[in-house]
């Protein structure tokens, strides 16, 4: 029954209007968070009508928080996240699993209890099978396990899909699900713990080019790839989605375009003219071989395209660093 319904569409709902809405979102003083809270008010949203929680706060863990947190709320978009790179994912596994589930699950219960109108859920490219066929298209998402250190992370964040799909069939919930691509972009995290390929790359270039260091070691061998999505595009798209999509697929936000990361710290190197040389880790892993996501459904779905050129976003993401790395 439930899979016939999922199959039917027999919950698509029609698009949704933001303006004078209590909308709540998740991570919202975040760095993606910030760009979707802008990219509201430029579709209408009233700013004294969006509900952003602060961690220090609100503990999204504890059900009786998010309960109390969605009460007279209209829509909510859930983006709050414990992530990291590769090391940082390597180190805290159990952490990343239970924080990421358990902050989802409680608040897509807390949305169905009370009744908000639309929630959208995003969720992560680490949630795709190790070796995904490429481009990784939305229906592949289930044809094997994620590379072993994104799993945790990946995998809880797959299960609110799962959450999602059938509180929509059960209940009849307005809920989405958007699965964007690896993200960056000025005000990115750049502690080199937890921060992400691109923040890490730029900080390390930028404090050996002061230092006048002879070389930069980079981590693993350069041969796999990656597909990076600007902050402002994944923004824009996950409130394109919010405004314009309504079915229980889950929907891919991407450029559709790869780079190795041998390239890739090639770019980063010239960009920020640090000349020394490169030292690879090999002894340090990979990650997943390639990603390279279909984007044709967004396209179809909501009209989305990113637009900014990866070399544009690199520019500008170095750019805010040398202005505000002392911050």
């Known amino acids: 029954m439930v899979e016939q319904r999922l199959k ?18 998740t991570g919202g003083a975040g760095f993606l968070g910030k760009y979707v809270v802008s990219e509201l008010l430029n579709n209408g949203a009233v700013k004294e009508n969006i509900v952003i929680p602060r961690s220090s706060e609100n503990d999204l863990r504890n ?14 978009i859930h983006l709050a996240a414990r992530v990291g790179g590769i090391g940082f994912n ?15 699950i409680n608040i897509i219960e807390a949305a169905r209890i009370n009744k908000v109108e639309k929630t959208v859920i995003v969720g992560t490219v ?7 066929p490429t481009p990784f298209k939305e229906e ?9 250190t994104n799993a945790p992370y990946g995998v809880a964040k797959k299960a609110l899909l799962v959450q999602a799909q059938s509180y929509r069939a059960q209940y009849g919930m307005n809920i989405i699900y958007l699965i964007p691509v690896n993200l960056y972009g000025p005000g990115d995290h750049f502690d080199l713990e937890d921060s992400h390929v691109i923040p890490a790359l730029i900080r390390k270039f930028v404090e050996a080019k002061e230092r006048n260091d002879k070389e930069v070691i980079v981590w693993g061998t350069g041969n796999v790839s990656r597909e990076f999505l600007y902050v402002e595009d994944v923004a824009r798209g996950i409130v394109s989605g919010l405004l314009n999509y309504n079915k229980e697929e889950p929907v891919n936000l991407g450029t559709g375009e790869e780079i190795k990361i041998k390239d890739l710290v090639e770019l980063v190197k010239d960009i920020v003219g640090y000349k020394g040389d490169l030292v690879w880790d090999k002894s340090k892993p990979d990650g997943q071989p390639r990603r390279k996501l279909d984007t044709s459904l967004a396209e179809l779905e909501f009209s989305f395209k990113s637009t900014v050129l990866l070399k544009t976003g690199l520019e500008e993401t170095i750019l805010w660093y040398l202005k505000n790395q002392d911050i």
């Open 8 to 25: 039917s569409g027999i919950f698509q709902l029609p698009d949704i209007e933001i303006k004078n809405k209590k909308i709540l979102v």
């Open 63 to 76: 059900f009786e928080v998010c309960n109390t947190l969605l009460k007279d709320v209209d829509i909510v």
């Open 126 to 132: 680490c949630s795709y099978p190790k070796f995904t």
């Open 140 to 148: 592949s998402l289930w044809d094997g396990y994620p590379e072993e």
């Open 90 to 104: 390597q180190k805290y596994p159990g952490a990343l699993f239970y924080d990421n589930a358990i902050m989802g």
